[in-house]
């Protein structure tokens, strides 16, 4: 099993930064992807960013530019850093990993952008 635990949500204003941080532990071996997916109230959860264990990147259109993700594969943690931030970026974050083929999801952070 694997836990993940994000942290850094919080309330910001339009064009402010947060910098969300996902630590996995557990039963740790390989952990082959780690992702931020985002869930707005009354719509589906989407992909934000992800990256492989060797450092490869994808994001959203809608973040590009703006968001960037990176992990510390020593200390099994991904971290999302967020600027220019928007109202619509407003959502409850979760990390996900990925180790062996099985998915391993966090409990979620909020992340409130005030206009």
């Known amino acids: 099993q694997v836990q993940l635990v994000e942290s850094g949500g919080g309330l910001v204003q339009a064009g402010g930064s947060l910098r969300l941080s996902c630590a996995a532990s557990g039963s740790i071996f390989s952990i082959n992807y780690m992702g931020w997916y985002r869930q707005a109230p009354g719509k589906q959860r989407e992909l934000v960013a992800e990256?492989?264990?060797?450092?490869?990147?994808n994001y959203a259109d809608s973040v590009k530019g703006r968001f960037t993700i990176s992990r510390d594969n020593a200390k099994n943690t991904v971290y999302l850093q967020m600027n220019s931030l928007k109202p619509e970026d407003t959502a409850v974050y979760y990390c996900?990993?990925?180790?062996?083929?099985?998915?391993?999801w966090g409990q979620g952070t909020q992340v409130t952008v005030s206009s």
């Open positions: 990256i492989t264990s060797r450092g490869i990147t």
């Open positions: 996900k990993s990925v180790q062996s083929f099985r998915g391993y």
